[in-house]
């Protein structure tokens, strides 16, 4: 049975289509503009999804290299603190040699008086601090590890203090002052083995029969210099990782969005065409009015 077609609904299909074409329009205009292939999460669910798990995996990312920047400025203070401890235990174990040599007692005073000030040196340096935090506090970076006024080192904290610059990775950032100037025990450590050199030269003895004892902290400051070393070129390499990640995911989010320009004028230059064709193509199926026949 044939479907009789009136006038009314000639127009409908036309402006139907003709709103369709232009939103058509709209969209493409829109993605030329904004340059990106949706502008709202209802265009492409699909999309819009992955974009977000992107947005998210670069916000942990930037957070992780944040981390990251932490650890290595808290380790590079700690490794340049560590190599002036070495620094300072050369010097003494120098100092003891050349206590060995015939000298009277002002050589001996004159090298105690150094030791003296190489000790106190080394009071400064446990008490180095970054950021307003003592690095060889373990996780207690509020108090100062060394008392100038008893001349100990009184922290004994043995606690980590760990970032995580991975996910699931922590690693410990700090070097245990305990660890350090502890060593073997409380009472008998670096400061004391300084102690016990200058108290020697003043009462006009050389100091070379400590010389076991200060090889055995230099051997500390050694090991614990190369653990350190270890951790910050594992951090080093995390840290190309993390800048790898992020090239990778700006990468996948710029192809799961942006939209491809030339691909976007060519279609809106087809079907801006369209359009003329269709406003052309509407014009005639339009019913004549009377004044189209007084004319």
């Known amino acids: 049975m044939a479907v009789r077609i009136t006038q009314n609904m000639l127009n409908n299909n036309m402006m139907r289509n003709l709103n369709n074409s232009m939103g058509k329009m709209d969209k493409l205009q829109e993605q030329a503009s904004s340059g990106r292939k949706i502008s709202r999460p209802s265009d492409d669910p699909v999309v819009a999804t992955r974009g977000m798990f992107y947005r998210s995996s670069l916000i942990e990312n930037d957070q992780f290299q944040r981390n990251v920047n932490e650890a290595s400025a808290w380790m590079d203070t700690t490794d340049q603190a560590m190599d002036d401890v070495n620094t300072i235990i050369h010097r003494v174990k120098e100092l003891v040699i050349q206590s060995g040599s015939t000298m009277n007692q002002d050589g001996y005073n004159a090298i105690a008086a150094e030791i003296d000030q190489l000790k106190e040196h080394l009071g400064n340096i446990a008490n180095q601090s970054l950021g307003g935090k003592y690095i060889f506090a373990g996780n207690d970076t509020s108090h100062p590890p060394f008392d100038f006024?008893?001349?100990?080192f009184t922290n004994q904290n043995s606690n980590d203090i760990t970032l995580e610059v991975n996910k699931g990775i922590y690693l410990p950032i700090n070097v245990k002052g305990?660890?350090?100037?502890?060593?073997?025990?409380?009472?008998?450590?670096?400061?004391?083995?300084?102690?016990d050199v200058s108290a020697q030269l003043r009462a006009g003895n050389n100091a070379t029969s400590l010389i076991p004892k200060v090889d055995e902290q230099l051997s500390n400051v050694l090991a614990i210099r190369a653990s350190l070393g270890a951790r910050v070129n594992r951090m080093e390499l995390?840290?190309?990782?993390?800048?790898?990640e992020e090239l990778n995911l700006n990468k996948l989010m710029s192809d799961n969005e942006d939209a491809d320009m030339a691909e976007v004028i060519t279609d809106l230059k087809m079907q801006e065409n369209v359009h003329k064709s269709a406003l052309g193509v509407g014009a005639r199926i339009i019913q004549p009015s009377?004044?189209?026949f007084l004319r």
């Open 290 to 292: 009377l004044l189209d």
């Open 149 to 152: 006024a008893t001349d100990t």
């Open 178 to 195: 305990v660890e350090v100037f502890s060593v073997p025990s409380t009472t008998d450590n670096i400061f004391q083995v300084l102690s």
């Open 238 to 244: 995390i840290e190309e990782r993390l800048g790898a």
